[in-house]
Each structure stands twice: as C-alpha cells, then as structure tokens.
C-alpha cells in the first residue's frame, strides 16, 4: 500500500530532540519578527471598561478664545477589585499640557484626577490623545478643541403611513441646532409633501418639533427630498427624505350585521327598510360603512332630495367621518314620518374623500297613526220625561302599537248630551269605557252626530239619539232604523218633504218601500221635484269616494232610481270639515242652516251694557219646522226667543245674549239648537216609515271681559308640530292634516285663526275658546292648480298680538311627472341575432304622489323589444329600474320607441294626478352575428390515473363586436387494446362545467374541462360548438356545429417495474438469474403493467381492511418470493429490488402483512380458535422472520426506489407468508414470501419448483444443444444426488428407442451454499410436447419429484416466429448494477454479458469494466469461475488487479465455443477486497503471530505448578473458509450443545433481562480475554458476472445464420485437438502408437448395411462406366486454359535482350499464382473453409500444385521444343522457379491454421490496446478523424515521362 495513502488520514511527525510532537496536516508554522507586531499593538488598544477603568471617553473645549487658558479634568475610577497601576504619555502638541508623568497606583474603588490644560493661540481646531498603559493593555483620552459652527440634527428619513388619496396625514420629527450659533431654517419641499412651520429660527443646543403633511392625489408611491437650509444666508443644507404611498380608498355600505357583500351590485345600493311607523315619531336604524382599503377612508353623506323636495323625513345626524382602515363604522339614519299612510323613500349618497366611490343608501319607510275604533257607532238613549238623567257607556278602542290622541267636538255644558271625559290619550291597545250622560230639557227629540277627532287620523262619528216626554208632550221614541231610513231619505231626495207629504204621497200610490222599509220611487219610473232646482248651491257638491268616479256621483236634488245607486259614503273628514262655514264645499244641501256659525263679542268691558248679536236660520224644507234652542236665560251665552216655528223655506233673526259675571276672565261656549217638523211634536202624528230625526244645530259664542291696563292671560302651550307638510293631493281636490296643541298652563285659551286670503288652507276649528288640556285642529289644503303652495297661518292667543304663533304649511297639487335616464335614450350594445341582450333602464318619480306606469310598444317593436316589469308602481322620490331585452331579428340596425305612461295611483282620470302622461324613449340596437375559436387547438391531459381526474381550462374566445350564446357537444374516440363492443357503452370521459353559455363581445371565457379515463386507453375528444338563438325559438337553427379543439387523455394505472435485483448475506452466492427466477420477476414485471381487475380497485391501502384474520384475496396475480435456503444461525437472506415507476404518474405503493390487513376487533369478538396457517402465519410475523424497509412509499416517474426484503434463518422449518402488494389505484398482488432454514446437519437441495421447462428444440436436429438445470444445496454439508433414469427409459421405449431426454450427469456432489448445473439433452422426433417425471435422490436425505417439460416444432412450419436464441429462456434479468449494496466498493459495467450464437470452434470477446467507485479505500479484485468444468470455455484477463480510489480497469472475457452444441449459462464470480481492511487484518495477523511465538518460547517458572505451560494450547488457527457458509465443524463449535440444539422448536418469546445480557456480556469478555483468536481475513465482496451463449454445429450454424457465419473466425486447431482428445479417449492405451483415425459416427447396424449395400452399387456402376474411365484420361491431359494467359506482364530486372518474351509458359504460369495468391489472400477471412474439409483440402492443394506444376514444365518443355531459340537463359528460369517456389510456400503459410491464429491474435491485441489507451486517456476515440491538406505539388519530369 502506497505511503501517501496512509498519510492522508494520520497527523504529521516531526522528531525533535528525542521528543515526538504531533502536528496537524493543515496547521502552518509562523514566523517570528525581531520588530514590533503590528498585530499586537493594534490588539492592546482597548477599552477602559475591558480594563476596569472608568473615564470619560473625550474632552472637547468649546467656545473659546485665543490667548486665554482653559482646564478640565480628566477622572480615572478603578472599578476592578484589584490595584492597578497606570502610566500615561502627555499630549504631543504644546497646546495640551499636564501633570509630569509618574505612575498612578489607583486601589479599588479609589479615583485619580488628572488636569489637562489648553492654551489656544489662534482660531484654529486643536487635536490630540493621552495614552494610558496598564499591566494588562492600554486605552486613549482624545482631547479636542473645536471652533463655533453651524450645525443642525435632521432625521434622514421620514416615513408616513399609507394615505387615501385626496387625504392628508401628518408626521412630526424634531430638529436640533447642534451647533454653537443661532441659524434660521429654511424647508424646501415638493407637493405632496408640506412641512410647517417652513421657516424658523433656532438657537444654540436648541431643538424644534416640525409637522409634515403628506397629501397624495392618487394611488402611487411618492419620494422626495425635502432640503432644510441652515447657516449664514443659508448656504448650508441637509436632506431628508420624505416616503409614502397613496391608496385610492373604497367604502362600500350595508345594513348592521349583514356583510358587505350583501350589496346591490348593479346599482351600489344597500337598503334600508324602516318597516311602519307611527307619525311624529322618530326611529333612528344604523347603516355599517366598511372600509375594503388599507387606509382611512374620510366619507361624506350627501343627502340630494333635502334641499329640492318639501316633504324630506329622513336625516343623516353624522354627514361626515372617517373609516378606520380595513374596518367599519356605523352611521345612524332617523326617519320621523308627519303624514300618515304615506310610502317615504330616500337616497343618501355615501362618497369617499375625493369623489373615488360612491355607494347609495336607499331608505324606505312607510307611516302609520293610531287605528281607534268606537264600540258602536250609535248610542241610544230611547225615551225618558224631563229632568230625568239617562247614562249609558261607550268603548272607545285603540287596536295600534301606539298612543293615539282623541277629542269629542262637543261642549258638555251647553249640550244635553254629557261626556264624562271629552279628550284624552288612549294608550296602546288601550280599550277605555266613556260614560254618557242623556239630560233632556224639552220633551222632543233628540239627535246630534258628534265628531271624535283623533289626531293623525280621520275623525269617528258617533250617532247620539234620545227622546223626552212630558206630561202633555209625548213625541214618537227614536230609533235607530228611523235614521237608517232618514240617510235613504236624503239620498233619494225625500227628506226635505214632511212627513205628512211623504205620506200622503205614499197613500197615493206614487211612492213604494224598499226592503229595508224607506220610501222610493217606483222602479223606472223617474220622479223630479221641480222646486229643487232652486235649493241648488253656486258650487254643487259631487260626493266623493276613492273607489267611485265622477260618474257614478249623484247630484243632489234629483230623484233617480234608488236601486241603482247605493248610500252615499262621505270621507271621515270631508263629513267633519264640509259643513259650509270652514270649507265652500258641503257634502249635502242642509235642510236648516245658520248664517253664522261663530259669534265673537270681543272686548266687553262694560259688564252691564253688552251689545246683542243677531243670527238668521233659515228653513230649507218643505214643511214648518220648529227651532228649539237649549239653554236659558240664566246661561252667560242665550238666545232668545227660545222657541220658534219657521215656515217652508223661510228664515228667522235670532238674539244672541252675553251675560258675563266676572271681570277679566274669558267666556266661550257652543250652543245647541234642535229643528225638527212640526207633524212630529206628538206621536199620534207620526208614521214610523217617515219619522225622520231632528236637525242639531251648533253656534260657537267668545268673548271676553279684560279691562283697559289689563293684559291677557300668558298661553302656556304646546304643538306637536308648527310646520305641517301635506300629503299630495290633485288639483281642486283637497287633504287634512291635525295639530295637537296641548294646554299646559291653568288659564283657558281663546284662539283665533286668521283666514287665508287664498283660501287654499282652511283650518277648524278656527276660533273659539280652549277650556281643556288639549284641543286638536284640523287643516285643510285644497290646491286649485298643479304647484306647491306655502302658507304661514296665523294664530293669534288670548286676543293679544304678542302671543300670535305661526303654522307653516306646505302643500302640493301634483301631476304625473317621472325623470328619464339618460335624457329618454336607450342603447343596446350589438346583439347576435335570436339572441337577447338586456340592460336596465331607470325612472324616478320626481312628484310626490305614487304613480302606476306601464310600457306602450309600437306594434313594430314588439318583437323586437321587451320589458320587465311592464307596468307597476313607483313611489315618490324612488327610483326603478326595468330590465329591457333587445332580440334582434336580423343583422342590421334598429330603432325603437317605446313610451312610458303614467298616471296617480288611485285618482280619478279626470283629475290632475290620475291623468295620464306619456313619455317617449329612443332606443338604440343592432343585430349581428360571430363565431367562436379556442385558444388552443390542441390540448393535451397527458396521462390520468384510470378512476381519478384531471382538470385543465379551455379558454374560448369571441373576437365578434356581439355576445354569442353556444351549445358544446363532445364526440369521444377511443384508441386501446379493447374491442369496440366493449367500450361501446361506456360514457363520456371528458365533463364541462358548462355545456351552454354565452361570451360577451370581444372577451374570453374559461371553461374548465375535466377528463374522467375507466379505462386504460388514449381518448380523444372533439368539441365542436352551435350557435344557440334562445329567443327564436320559432326558427331552427340550421348551422352546422363547428369544430373548435382537440382534447386527448390517455388513461393509465399506476405501474412500476423491477430493474434490479440484489442479494447478499446469506444469498450472496445466487447469481441475479437464479435470484431473478426465485422471485419471479418477470412474471411480477408482467402483472404490474397488466390491467387492475374491478375487484382489485375496490379498496385503496387505507380501506384494505377485514375483519377475518385471513383477509379475502380480490387479485388472481399470485406468486412466490423465493428466499432461497440456509443453514438455521445464518446470515439473513438479505435481497434489494430496485423498483422503478416507468410510467408517467405518480405510484403509491404498500406492502401490506396479514396484520395489516386484519381490522382489531372487541375481545368478546374474538372466537379464539386458530388453524395451522393462521398459528404458521402468526409465528412468523411475531419472530419478525420476514421484514420489508420501506413498507411503504410512492415513486414519482422516472424515479427509482429501493426496498430491501429480509429473511431470518433463526428457526428451523420452511416459512411461509402472504403479502400483499397493493398499487393505488392500481393493481393488487399476492406475493408468498417462501424462506427454507435448513438444520446444520440436514442433507438439502433446494428446489424452488417442481417443474422445469426446457428451451424449444426444432425436430430432426442431428446434434441436439445440451440444456442445463441447476441445482442448489441449500444446507451446510455436501450433499450427493441421482437422477433416476427409469422414467426417460420408459419415454425412449415410446419413442422408438429414440432418446428423448438425456440426462448426462445423473450423479454427483454439490458443495454446500454452491449450485451445479446437471446438463441434459432433449432431443424431439415429432412436434409435440413432452413430459416427464424424474424422481432425484438426495443421500441420507429426501427424493423430489421434478417434472421436465419439453416442447418439439417443425422447423419448416413455425419459421421465424421461433428465433434462435443464446438463452434457454426468455428473462428481463438486467445488464446494469442499479441497487447499491452496502458496503460495496467496486462496481461492474455490465453483469450480465450475452455472447448470442456462435458456430463451433470460435472465439467470442466481450469487454467488462470494473470501477472502484470509492474515493479513500483501494481495492483489489479476483476472478473465479463457480464451477471448475467453466474453465475450459471461458478466459479472462486480468484475473487479478488492483484499483486506487476512484480507478478503473479493463476486463477481457473470451468465450471459446468447443465441445458440443450446447446452451451456455455461466456465472463468474469477482472477489473484490478492500485493502485497507486487509492491511488491518495482517497486522493483526503479525501480532498475533509474534504473539504465538512469544508464548511457545517465553515461559516463566513457579513452584507452585511447573505444568502449566503444557496445559496452555496454542491458539487455533483457522483457513479462509471456502464460501459464505459455515462449515459443520463450525456450526458444531458455535453452538453450545448441538443434541439440545436438535429438540429446540421454537426460540424464547421473552427477552433477555438487562441482568442476564449483562452477565452474557460479561461471560463474553472473560472468554475473549483469555483466548485469543486468530485473526480472520475481511470478507471479500462477490459480484456476480452472469454469461449466456449457445453454440451451434457449423454446418448448422451456416444454415441459420448465413449473414452472420463470415462474422467468425473458426479456429481449426481447436476441431484438431477435439478430435485427438476424442480419439485419445476412445482408443485403447494398448493401440495409442496407431495411425490416427476418423471420427467415427455411431450408427446402427441396419443404417450400417443400408449404407454399405448402397455405396457397393454405386462403386460397381463406376467400375464398369467406360464412359466415365474416358472423362478421367480426358481431365488429366486438358490444357492450361485460355483465360490464364490474359493479365498484366511481370518486368523483370533482367536486360530486355536476355528475357523471356511475352507469353511465354513460364511468365503466365508466375502471372497466374500471383492472381490465385492474391485471390485466396483477399478471401480468406472472408470465405474460410469448414473444419471436416480442412485436412483433406490441405493435401488436395499439395497435389494438385505438384500436378499443375509438372503439367506447366511439361507444356513449357513442348513449347520451348517447337519454337525456334529460347529467349531465356537458365539463370533466369532458375530464378523464376525460385520465386514460383517460394510463392508457393506463402500459400501454403497462409492456408496453415497457425498464421490464421497468429492475424487473429495480432488483430485483437491491437485493437486491445487501442481501447487500453483510449481508455486510459491518452487519446479520445470519439473525436472527428483530422484531415491534413498537402500543397499541391508541381509535375516533374520523370512522372511526366511515366504519364506519357
């Protein structure tokens, strides 16, 4: 071993003065130097605190002046725990002084101050250091004077956040003055950035805080340099950067709690629903607004409609804020409703700082009042006398969620009807109970219709009804149905008659009853009062309901039929305002009426002289009527006279009194006045069909009593509300609305309310005296035109103008009236035709009444237009957008135009809001058409696992100027191994998310395709396209589906394949064939690409699962994994399998044992009871006997995993084990892993099978190739075997006697661990298959029983489907090493080397390379053959070599193809030894020898036992074992008792303790320490090199392989010497000094008599054939040819005188063996004769070159004697005889077997060495051949001469 080798890894010796100092290999030697290290000092330059000193790091002087002397200190603190003592150096210049240098001790803790003192001389910067020395290093003091100057701190960056743009925030940085001058600042900056104050002012040591503002405009990153300039006129100046970054900030609303997502994403609007809401309330909801940018979001609220519209009742309390970044705020929105059932909807526009976004808030609510209702609409007091009292109740019902505000229009005091409570509050759904009190004072009746006014709502009436008797007056009682009838009267005109008219009338037959009892006319029969006429009003009244129109109104007065025309239904407050005072309009004409209706006595301050009023009622009936007021004289407020009678249609003046009592007080009261005929005084008078109620007539009387100085009272009150918005209302028609005024002081309040001159607002009551807590007024509006109207009202208080309160009103008469989009045009975008394209259009309905719409087409736009909704309701202030669809009919361009009418929703058409409006849109569209294309025209899914998916996108594209709506379909081709009816049914493997769609106009869109394969095939798929017209559903499309991609998928399983095979420990002697064959490799390459059968994919590795402890097998792929055979104690059979994913997915894959498969059940589950496999199987998984690492993994393509599989020999038996190989989604198969340990003593031959299938042999060979089968002794002994032959007899004797298997090496030994081959030969006489049974014998050991099948064919019929092959079966054993074996140093290129057919007597070369692949350990290398009989066929040079790290070598391996034809299997076997290992092991070996020899030499001795050394025997010494196997001997020895060791069954379950392992141990070494063994040799490495040949006969192998014969050299020496070792074996030793003879043929005796009989005839028939003895003579005597003599002449040396001329015998004679030499030479290696021909064509040439010769110097003789004089002399005919000689001699060299050996071995040694040095680098072999260009030279004049 090289020294340099061991030096590599040992450190470096150097030997000074005796001693050994070891040196590292990279360590460097360092030089010293006689000077300073500068290293040194630079190093001892330390801190003070490294020293433990505490100073000051530097002294600087400012502010000083030259001449003048300065002094600081300079303190030093020990802070060590130690003394130290300290030198210094004074300062270099004369500026800086100090103390004289001594040495300074300074004790801990303790402080020494040392001055320094500065003289300054001029204006300049002084500089200088003191340099202190300590024991341990040494430390500097810089001492510094500077000069006053400018200098400021600026930060050099200032960085703001992320700002919203049109934002700004700001950021403050301070600046310093670190200079000794005052300097003023000055800031330079770009926009966006700003910096405050921009100029300023800064003293010495002084600092400023600064604020700079950044304010981006839009959303990009912005970087300036912000320049402050500083000093004397600011010619100084520092920078400072100013960074940050805008963002364009974005708010989106939505209401509390839901996402932001939730918002309209067409129209940006979140709404916000208020739901009802009770008037003069206010509900305040919460809107989230959420900030999606990373900056704050500044917003404002813009609220349009507040300014533009009068009736606003939503608000925005916070109309500005900020959003927090990625966050949200709340924003609250209050809706306070003032009108009652009244729809409200509102925008509100939330923008972000600079108008980036905007969303819309949509606010709708709608309002609600109180629903009251009365318990019954009519109280009946019946009849009572006078001064009696009568009481009855009324309930009085709120059925609303809120509080409702009510007021009865009666004055108690003066009426006789009472209200126990006339105003008050009804809380929700609060039923209260009214006592009514009935005290009449005249015996009449009574009746009077009180109103019940109830704020925000309409007014209730309730019908009061009673009657008074007298002793002398007693009129007819009242009833209810007496009103019911007296309604009917009025509306068939009848009450203003009397009832005697209506009587007598009746009696004549001229009026009838209806149903219900009231008077009518007869049917058809018209009857007009012509005095009515008269009694008609300037302005008739049309009585109103929302559902009637105008012409089903009754005009009063005139008598229709009453059965057409239903009760006339008053509106609550058109009843309760129409009365003819507060509005002109009345509801009926009245049949009393007053001219008055209030009397205001003002100021009466003479209490005793009061001016009267005069009031006229005037009679508007037919019939006398009689006036009966109540009340008296005594009352403050009288009329007299009391009692009155009016005539028909006349009127009559009343007096009205005032009669205040008190001074300074107000006095208000409502007087009741009753009318009623004068025929209905007494009940004898009356008839119930028309007795009609009384008329109650009421009179408000004010006044007031305040004296001069003296003012009013002070109203103290409250409005619910003083500025009152009107609901919507037509023109000419009119709307209400209340106002509660609440009396909150103790004193009445007389209100009067000035009149408006336009009479467009009225209000009631509009004077009168307030004597309770609350008085509700009803306003009125009644627009004339279509406009908006304000009024303010005035109000004026207790007669006194300082207390006059104002009433804003505000009203509308409106009209239809919507805004457009888009000033009334419509666009449509280009539409492909019988398609549709939509867009929305919106309207706003910009009046304040509710309006229904509805879309008029022209008929010509029907088809084309369309809209949803087509009609509907919109209401004020919203907004409404319909969806309109464009379907053009054809490509050209359209215009529409379609009209929006529009009208108020529930007014009448002749009013000024239900009029209908038209407005015109134009719309705009065109109609085209287009196509669609794929982005890719091929797209391709690669491969797909069969049962998964695989998705990819198809992108479609429409470069057309219209949205193209498509239908895909799919045409599906398959292309695979199944046949079409099998796949016929199989459904469509590619899905499309959609199927259907439409692409907008110039746009892509992505459709995601996903390939489904079921079955192991390439799918091709077509997708073509068809344009769709959903619109025209009446036209069919008629285009033809067009092609748009390719798709192709091929579906595929997960596979993966065996490439490499490796064995060692105990299976390093089985070749890769044998270890191919027992694992049955290419029968499991086969399964594993073959299809998963359905019950394979049924379960993946996670669900292979069952609950049977032998899981059921779903796979029909079974097979053996052969371990092979080993002595028990063996080394594992250890085997590495190369596994390689050769497809293009992924592969997972899992081996699973049956307890992986088996699913754990509950201990009751369990039945306990277990069969022999199962105990078999669960011994071996409980012993670990077979173990895989890894169980598990997965293989990407193309990449190669290794699992190792192990089998321990550690208990006797065979062992067997099914697992599972389990591929996801893929195959599934049982693999039975097969191990044999076999007991040391056991004779055993392995056997992996019982049959054996010998290589098809075509019939009629005359030789049959040897076969061989192998045999492996699997045990540690030697094992002897014997075939018995009985069976193959028996096949013979069927057979004709004719041998059909030979067996040629029936008995024989194996060695242990080896394998040896028994050759057989199967020779076919017909083409069929045999069988045969062949039973072996094993010595002291068991019979197998092995089937040998073989299979004849006729050569003639199978042709080339049966090629000839070198292997005797087919197997995919690799070439190439792919798995590592650990610890394998050298590799080979190959090894398995294939040398194919060869003819008999040749020699075949291959070439192998063995690498050292290590890069530390060299190796060395030996070549043995396994079986010793190889060695006559194979040869290989190198035998033995040696390898550095990293080296190769070259291996010759020559097959010599001798002996019979025969199939060739050969294994080589490469001991491979690390050499630094066996360097170790001699060494050892050294010692261990010197050792033994000290130990036979060396003794010592005692008294006490001389013997001793007797007693010590030397240490054992042991051979290199011959294999991997242990010996008997050896087994013997490592076992402690081989007799106990033969009962043993099973090894221990339990482990040893940690006590017994220790003893165990401890045994060990005391063994160890007292026997010292000899040290074994390293294991070499095995490589096996495997070599396949077969050998043919040659005249076979011509008839073969004809191409291929001139491609081998046959070597005849090699037929020689087989033929001399057959004929030395044949012959006797008594006759070996004989003639050598033929090979002889065996034959039999019959063949032998056929023959001989045969060649007698034919030689008789020769014999006596003159003709043929004539053909003889005649051969022998035919002349030299004629062809001889044409050929190039030889020019002799000879003078052209003496030479022979031109064809003379002897020169074509020399001619003619020079071309047959030249002949033969060139054909030689190319035809070469045949080794049975060889001998005899050798003598043949002899003699028929004699005989040539002879015949040539005879001719030549008789020529030469014919001619005239020879023209040769003799010399040179001798010399031509010479030469012809000696050509002849060449001739004969050539045809020598020997020469041709020779050139063969010359040639392959050559080109040997070519590859040697190509391989050793001397030269590349690979590289382009160079050509060498030569000048051309010029002619000379001896080649010109020659040319010529």
């Known amino acids: 071993m090289p020294t340099s080798m061991m030096q590599v890894s040992q450190p470096v010796t150097h030997s000074l003065g005796g001693q050994t100092i070891k040196q590292a290999p990279e360590l460097k030697s360092v030089k010293k130097s006689g000077g300073i290290n500068i290293e040194i000092v630079e190093r001892s330059i330390c801190k003070p605190e490294e020293l433990g000193i505490e100073v000051v790091e530097k002294i600087v002087w400012q502010g000083w002046e030259p001449g003048r002397e300065y002094t600081k200190n300079i303190v030093l603190k020990n802070v060590k725990v130690k003394t130290q003592k300290i030198k210094y150096n004074v300062p270099s210049t004369r500026f800086f002084t100090t103390l004289y240098p001594k040495q300074i001790v300074l004790s801990a803790g303790t402080s020494f101050s040392l001055p320094v003192t500065f003289r300054p001389l001029e204006k300049s910067v002084y500089d200088d250091k003191i340099t202190f020395h300590t024991k341990e290093g040494t430390f500097e003091i810089p001492i510094k004077a500077v000069l006053p100057k400018y200098d400021i701190e600026v930060p050099t960056r200032v960085s703001f956040d992320m700002c919203a743009a049109k934002d700004f925030i700001e950021a403050t940085f301070v600046v310093a003055n670190s200079g000794d001058l005052e300097t003023e600042l000055e800031w330079q900056v770009g926009q966006p950035f700003t910096i405050e104050p921009e100029v300023t002012k800064l003293g010495p040591r002084e600092s400023k805080m600064f604020k700079a503002t950044f304010k981006p405009d839009s959303a990009t990153g912005y970087e300036a340099v912000a320049v402050c300039k500083y000093g004397q006129e600011g010619e100084l100046s520092k920078t400072t950067t100013l960074v940050g970054i805008g963002k364009y900030p974005h708010i989106i609303v939505s209401s509390v709690g839901k996402p932001s997502t939730t918002l309209n994403k067409a129209t940006l609007e979140a709404v916000i629903e208020f739901g009802p809401t009770a008037v003069g309330t206010t509900v305040q909801k919460m809107v989230e607004l959420h900030n999606l940018s990373p900056v704050r979001a500044p917003y404002k609220v813009e609220h349009p409609s507040a300014l533009s519209r009068i009736d606003t009742v939503f608000t925005c309390p916070k109309m500005q804020g900020i959003v927090p970044p990625m966050s949200s705020v709340k924003i609250p929105i209050s809706y306070s409703p003032n009108m009652v059932d009244v729809v409200s909807v509102d925008y509100f526009n939330v923008i972000a700082i600079g108008k980036i976004s905007k969303s819309v808030i949509k606010c709708v609510g709608s309002s609600k009042g109180p629903e ?53 509050t009804l809380k929700a759904h609060e039923k209260r109970t009214l006592i009514l009190k009935f005290i009449p004072q005249h015996p009449i009746n009574y009746y009077r219709r009180v109103a019940c006014v109830i704020h925000n709502k309409g007014p209730l009436f309730l019908d009061l009804l009673g009657t008074c008797h007298s002793e002398l007056v007693k009129p007819a009682v009242l009833q209810s149905k007496h009103l019911d009838n007296y309604r009917t009267h009025i509306e068939r005109g009848f009450s203003v008659f009397p009832p005697e008219q209506l009587n007598e009338l009746r009696q004549q037959g001229r009026l009838e009853l209806d149903d219900a009892g009231a008077l009518m006319a007869p049917v058809k029969e018209p009857y007009e009062v012509a005095p009515l006429e008269s009694l008609r009003f300037e302005n008739s009244y049309y009585s109103k309901k929302s559902h009637c129109s105008p012409d089903s109104s009754v005009l009063i007065g005139t008598v229709e039929n009453p059965a057409e025309h239903p009760l006339h239904q008053f509106a609550p407050m058109d009843e309760y305002f129409n009365d003819g005072f507060h509005s002109e309009v009345i509801n009926f004409v009245p049949h009393v009426s007053l001219d008055v209706n209030v009397l205001d006595f003002g100021n009466c301050q003479n209490l005793r002289v009061i001016e009267d009023k005069i009031l006229n009622l005037t009679n508007h009936t037919k019939g006398k009527v009689t006036v009966q007021w109540i009340g008296g004289p005594e009352k403050t407020f009288s009329v007299t006279p009391e009692v009155i009678d009016i005539p028909p249609l006349k009127s009559c003046a009343f007096q009205v009194k005032f009669k205040p009592n008190a001074p300074n007080q107000f006095f208000g009261c409502e007087l009741e006045c009753y009318v009623f005929y004068k025929s209905l005084r007494d009940y004898k008078l009356v008839e119930s069909t028309t007795h009609c109620p009384p ?265 057309s100027i219209c949205s193209l709506h498509y239908r895909l379909s799919i045409d599906q081709t398959l292309d695979g191994p199944y046949p079409d009816e099998m796949t016929r049914s199989d459904m469509i493997g590619l899905e499309l998310d959609r199927m259907e769609g439409i692409i907008p106009a110039r746009s892509r869109q992505v459709i995601s395709a996903m390939v489904r394969p079921v079955r192991r095939v390439t799918y091709q798929f077509a997708i073509s396209y068809q344009l769709v017209t959903p619109e025209d559903k009446d036209s069919v499309s008629t285009q033809e589906p067009q092609h748009l991609c390719h798709i192709l998928a091929t579906g595929v399983f997960p596979t993966m394949s065996i490439t490499d095979a490796r064995c060692f420990g105990s299976a390093v002697g089985i070749s890769k064939k044998q270890l191919w064959s027992l694992f049955s490799l290419d029968s499991l390459n086969v399964c594993l690409d073959n299809d998963p059968s359905a019950r394979e994919l049924m379960y993946s590795v996670q669900t292979r699962h069952s609950h049977q402890r032998r899981p059921p097998v779903y796979t029909r792929a079974i097979m053996d994994f052969n371990f092979s055979a080993a002595p028990l104690g063996s080394e594992p059979c250890i085997v590495s399998l190369m596994f390689e994913n050769t497809g293009t997915v992924a592969t997972e894959w899992a081996f699973l044992f049956p307890s992986d498969l088996h699913m754990e059940l509950e201990y009751w589950a369990e039945t306990g009871e277990f069969d022999e496999d199962e105990l078999h199987e669960m011994k071996v998984m409980d012993n670990n006997l077979f173990t895989i690492e890894p169980k598990k993994g997965q293989l990407q393509p193309g990449e190669c995993g290794t699992v190792t599989f192990q089998y321990r020999h550690t208990m006797a038996g065979t062992d067997r084990l099914p697992v599972l190989l389990k591929l996801a989604r893929g195959r599934e198969i049982l693999l ?135 292997q005797q079966d087919l197997t995919g054993v690799p070439g190439v090493q792919s798995v590592p074996v650990p610890g394998q140093l050298a590799f080979l290129s190959q090894e398995r080397l294939s040398f194919g057919n060869l003819p008999l007597f040749c020699r075949g070369r291959r070439m192998v390379f063995i690498t050292n692949r290590s890069k530390t350990r060299p190796v060395s290398f030996e070549w043995h053959v396994t079986c010793p009989s190889d060695s006559q066929y194979l040869s290989i040079a190198p035998v033995r070599g040696y390898l550095n790290p990293g080296e190769g070598k070259m291996c010759r391996v020559i097959f010599i193809a001798c002996g019979q034809p025969s199939f060739y299997d050969l294994d080589l076997v490469c001991e491979v030894t690390d050499q630094v290992e066996y360097g170790n092991y001699q060494n050892r070996l050294k010692e261990w020898d010197d050792e033994r020899l000290r130990q036979k030499y060396e003794f010592t001795i005692t008294e006490d036992d001389l013997d001793a050394d007797k007693r010590v025997g030397s240490p054992e010494i042991t051979d290199r074992p011959l294999s991997r196997l242990k010996t008997m001997e050896e087994c013997r020895r490592s076992t402690e008792s081989a007799d106990l060791a033969r009962y043993r069954t099973l090894p221990p379950i339990s482990k040893l303790s940690p006590d017994e392992e220790k003893q165990e141990g401890e045994r060990v070494r005391r063994k160890e320490d007292v026997l010292w063994e000899k040290p074994e040799p390293p294991t070499p490495f095995l490589l096996h090199l495997g070599l396949t040949a077969r050998t043919h006969d040659i005249r076979a192998f011509q008839t073969n392989f004809a191409d291929d014969y001139k491609k081998f050299y046959v070597d005849r020496c090699l037929s020689e010497r087989e033929a001399q070792m057959d004929q030395s074996t044949q012959s006797a030793p008594a006759h070996q000094h004989e003639t050598k003879r033929p090979d002889l043929i065996p034959c039999l005796q019959s063949e032998s008599d056929v023959i001989g009989s045969v060649m007698a005839n034919v030689l008789r028939g020769l014999l006596d054939d003159t003709s043929f003895h004539s053909s003889v003579l005649k051969v022998m005597k035919d002349p030299i040819p004629i062809f001889a003599q044409i050929g190039e002449r030889r020019i002799l040396d000879a003078p052209q005188e003496s030479g022979s001329p031109p064809g003379s015998p002897v020169e074509m004679t020399t001619d003619m063996v020079t071309e047959e030499t030249s002949e033969r030479a060139t054909s030689l290696p190319a035809t070469p004769t045949s080794v049975s021909s060889t001998a005899s064509s050798k003598k043949k040439t002899k003699s028929k070159t004699g005989s040539v010769s002879s015949g040539r110097s005879k001719t030549s003789g008789t020529g030469a004697s014919k001619t005239s004089t020879p023209r040769f002399s003799k010399a040179e005919v001798m010399k031509v005889k010479q030469e012809e000689e000696q050509l002849k001699q060449k001739q004969d060299l050539k045809k020598l077997p020997e020469f041709g050996n020779a050139v063969e071995g010359i040639i392959e040694n050559t080109l040997l060495n070519v590859l040697s040095e190509a391989l050793e680098g001397e030269f590349n072999i690979t590289s382009r051949p160079r050509f060498i260009a030569l000048p051309k030279r010029n002619g000379t004049g001896s080649s010109k001469g020659l040319k010529s």
């Open 372 to 424: 009251v209702q009365l318990g019954a609409r009519i109280v009946n007091f019946l009849q009572i006398d006078v001064g009696d009292v009568a009481t009855r109740t009324i309930d009085l019902i709120n059925n609303s969620d809120i509080d409702a505000e009510y007021q009865f229009m009666i004055d108690c005091n003066e009426s006789v009807f009472k209200f126990e409570q006339t105003a008050g």
């Open 695 to 959: 008329w109650c007539i009421t009179l408000s009387c004010t006044g007031h009593t305040f004296m001069p100085n003296n003012e009013t009272f002070l109203p103290k009150y409250t409005m619910d509300s003083d500025n009152l918005v009107f609901p919507a209302v037509n023109a000419k028609e009119s709307t209400y609305r209340t106002i509660l005024m609440t009396n909150t002081g103790t004193t009445p309040i007389l209100f009067d309310v000035e009149k408006d001159p336009s009479k467009i607002f009225s209000i009631k009551p509009a004077k009168a005296l307030m004597k309770g807590q609350r008085q509700i007024y009803v306003v009125k509006i009644s627009p004339s035109e279509v406009k908006t109207y304000k009024h303010k009202m005035k109000m004026r208080l207790n007669d006194n103008n300082k207390y006059d309160k104002e009433l804003k009103l505000v009203g509308s008469a409106e009209a239809p009236l919507v805004l457009l989009d888009t000033q009334g045009e419509m666009f449509f975008k280009p539409t492909c035709i019988g398609t549709s394209s939509k867009r929305t259009y919106s309207i706003k309905n910009v009046s304040r009444i509710p309006l229904r719409y509805e879309w008029k087409m022209r008929f010509a736009d029907k088809n084309l237009l369309s809209v949803y909704p087509e009609s509907g309701i919109i209401q004020p202030n919203e907004s409404q957008s319909q969806l309109w669809s464009f379907v053009p009919k054809q490509e050209q361009k359209y215009l529409m135009k379609p009209a929006l009418v529009v009208w108020g929703q529930g007014f009448s058409s002749t009013s000024s809001g239900g009029k209908k409006k038209q407005f015109d849109v134009r719309a705009v569209g065109e109609g085209s058409i287009g196509d669609i294309k794929a982005e890719e025209g091929y797209i391709d899914f690669s491969d797909v696992i069969v049962g998964s998916s695989a998705s990819k996108h198809i992108t479609l594209f429409n470069n």
């Open 1232 to 1366: 039975n892993f097969i191990g044999v340990t076999v007991e040391p003593e056991r004779r055993y031959i392995h056997f992996p099978s019982s049959k054996h299938m010998f290589t098809p042999v075509p019939v009629g060979e005359k030789i049959s190739p040897k076969q061989v089968y192998e045999l492996y002794n699997g045990g540690a002994v030697p094992v002897r075997y014997q075939f018995d032959l009985t069976p193959m007899e028996l096949i013979k004797q069927e057979n004709f006697d004719q041998p059909i298997f030979e067996c040629l090496n029936p008995v024989g030994e194996i060695p242990p661990g080896r394998t040896l081959n028994i050759e057989w030969r199967f020779s076919p006489i017909e083409a069929k298959t045999y069988m045969v049974d062949v039973p072996i014998h094993v010595h002291n050991g068991d019979t197998a029983i092995v089937t040998f099948t073989g299979v004849g064919y006729d050569k003639r019929i199978m042709g080339d489907t049966m090629p000839l092959t070198d």
